[in-house]
């Protein structure tokens, strides 16, 4: 079925650095837009990033712009975030999503990764 | 950029019940509008989008209306598995997407 599986995830030092992924499986992956979503602890979603299907349209939000960097590789069927310098208040639940043919609200989301920031 | 505003931010309500949560961007945002449900320690799941196109699979007691700046999702008759948070989504300035602070629907 219709899938995405994030991974990458877990504990690290302010300053630090991590990279998810998230695996696409059950359509054509490079057929869509996609985009990285992040929720703190208790707290509203925030988009993340944005990539075109081609990978040749990227996007950022202020918070992010400049330390993270997201890159997708269509032969694998996945999607990456590099989070470089990274602070306290990156510490979330990071979603990637689909966005839906023709339109762009996120039709398939991941189950998520916890992305702490602690020292 | 574009701020959403949702009402309101929490309340309580019984099965059977019809409700109304609202969403008001800070400009216009034509029909570019999308609204999700959210249960705890899940991902969100798609509902409405382009302001009142019911998603495939999602019951019809949901529904979507509004345009420009105001925007209404009901639930027509709440059923248990409705409580949650609902948030809206505005994809207008493309594609830097902003969500409103969400609501939490709870049980009377």
């Known amino acids: 079925q219709v899938q995405l599986v994030e991974s990458g995830g877990g504990l690290v030092k302010p300053g630090g650095s991590l990279r998810l992924s998230c695996a696409a499986s059950g359509f054509t992956f490079s057929d869509y837009y996609m985009s990285w979503i992040r929720q703190a602890p208790g707290k509203g979603l925030e988009w993340v990033s944005y990539?075109?299907?081609?990978?040749?349209?990227?996007y950022y939000a202020d918070s992010v712009k400049g330390r993270f960097t997201i890159s997708r590789d269509n032969a694998k069927n996945s999607l990456y975030l590099q989070m470089n310098s990274l602070r306290a208040e990156d510490t979330a639940v990071y979603y990637c999503a689909r966005s839906i043919a023709n339109d762009d609200a996120f039709d398939i989301w991941g189950q998520g990764t916890m992305v702490t920031v602690s020292s | 950029a574009i701020r959403m505003t949702q009402s309101p931010s929490s309340f309580s309500a019984s099965t059977g019940d019809r409700v109304t949560i609202t969403c008001r961007a800070s400009?216009?945002?034509?029909?570019?509008l999308a609204w999700y449900q959210q249960k705890p320690g899940k991902a969100p799941k798609l509902l409405i989008y382009a302001a009142s196109t019911l998603q495939s699979g999602v019951p019809s007691r949901f529904s979507g209306s509004g345009s420009g700046t105001d925007f209404t999702l009901t639930i027509s008759c709440l059923q248990s598995e409705d409580f949650a948070t609902y948030y809206c989504q505005q994809y207008y300035s493309y594609p830097m997407y902003t969500f409103g602070q969400g609501t939490k629907l709870e049980i009377k």
């Open positions: 400009q216009g945002i034509s029909s570019y």
């Open positions: 990539i075109s299907s081609s990978g040749s349209t990227i």
